[in-house]
C-alpha cells in the first residue's frame, strides 16, 4: 500500500484539479450531494482544510468557537481553497502527524484515523466536483484502490457521513464500487 501522505496528497490533488476548472457560472449547480451546489461542496472542503492545522496543533472543537462555519469562501474561492489547502497539506507533511491526538467530533482519535478520514472526504468529493461541472471523473486507480482497502478494513456500521451503500453489479470496476459504497450513482 501506498503511503498515506503520499495518498493525502494525490487525493488533494485530485479536489485541486477540479476546483481550478470550475467556471464562473457554475458555482451554483447541482452536485451529487444533494444539498449541496458547487460553492457549498467547495466551501466543505476548504473549511475541513481550514481545520487541519487547528487540531493536529491540539485544538478542541470546542475552543474554536464558529471560526470555521457557515462561507469561508469569500470572494476568491478558488484562491481560498489555494491557502487553505496549503496550510492542511503543511500541517500533514509535519514530523509525527498522524502519530498525534486529535480530538474530533465523536471523540479522541489518532492522526492517522484523521487523515484517512480526510483522504477519503478529498477522494469522493474530487468525483463529485468533477460530475458537477462536466469534467473528467476518473480518480487515480491506487488512491481508489487505497480508499477501498481502508473502507473494507473499516468496523461495520461506521459511518463516514455518505449516504448508506447503493447496490452495483458484481464486477464492478474499483472507482464504481468505491462511490457505490457512498450511495453515489455512476
Keep these: 500500500m501506498p ?21 464562473m457560472t457554475q458555482w451554483a449547480d447541482p452536485t451529487p450531494c444533494t444539498d449541496w451546489d ?13 481545520w487541519s492545522p487547528y487540531l493536529l496543533a491540539g485544538g478542541r472543537i470546542e475552543d474554536a468557537g464558529d ?10 474561492p478558488v484562491a481560498t481553497w489555494e491557502v487553505a489547502s496549503r496550510e492542511s497539506r503543511a ?7 498522524t502519530e498525534r491526538v486529535v480530538h474530533l467530533s465523536f471523540g479522541d ?3 492517522s484515523l484523521y487523515l484517512w478520514q480526510m483522504t477519503f472526504d478529498l477522494g469522493v468529493h474530487a468525483w463529485d466536483l468533477a460530475r458537477a461541472i462536466g469534467a473528467d471523473e476518473k480518480l487515480d486507480p491506487v488512491l481508489v484502490d487505497a480508499l477501498l482497502d481502508w473502507l473494507d478494513g473499516q468496523p461495520a456500521g461506521e459511518s ?13 470496476d474499483p472507482q464504481t464500487r468505491l462511490l457505490a459504497l457512498t450511495g453515489r450513482r455512476v
Aim: aromatic share 6%.
Design 91 to 97: 500541517a500533514w507533511l509535519a514530523p509525527d502527524s
Design 38 to 50: 458547487v460553492h457549498d461542496l467547495v466551501n466543505h472542503l476548504v473549511g475541513e482544510q481550514l
Design 160 to 172: 463516514l457521513l455518505f449516504d448508506p451503500p447503493v447496490p452495483v453489479a458484481e464486477g464492478t
Design 109 to 111: 482519535a489518532p492522526g
Design 67 to 76: 471560526r470555521y462555519e457557515g462561507d469561508v469562501l469569500g470572494d476568491e
Design 3 to 23: 503511503d498515506l501522505a503520499d495518498l493525502h496528497g494525490q487525493a488533494m490533488a485530485e479536489f485541486d484539479r477540479r476546483v481550478r476548472a470550475v467556471e
